[in-house]
């Protein structure tokens, strides 16, 4: 179900958990700002997800509320994590979902890094 990124931090989501320690993940990168790991249903031949460790709903909450440390950091870690998973050369996709339209499933910002493969065109194309 599409999340309503208006809509207060929910403490008991999905990535709350792991961050917590209440859920396993296949951690591939953490410090003081983020944690990255593998996505358990993978898109792609590499399918990994970077969270901000503060509680943050989307990129909009994100862009708004945090400090610049915070931005910077995460930022960083984004691209850290794509370049120690040896996608830079052949290149790669970051998608953020935000809200109902932009699919949106848990309610705490997460950048997918997708790669390993072409992965074809970004939005299917559909009649107006």
Known sequence: MPIDPTLP???????????????????????????????????????????????????????????????????RAVGKVARDAGLVASGYRLLANTGQHGHQEVPHLHVHIFGGRQLGAMIPRETL
């Open 9 to 75: 931090y929910d403490p008991d989501n999905i990535f709350a958990r792991i961050l917590r320690g209440e859920i396993p993940c296949r951690k591939v990168h953490e410090d003081e700002f983020s944690l990255a790991f593998h996505d358990i249903a993978p898109q792609a031949p590499v399918h990994i997800l970077v969270i901000p460790k503060g509680a943050y709903v989307s990129w909009d909450d994100f862009s708004s509320k945090a400090s610049d440390a915070e931005i910077a950091g995460f930022t």
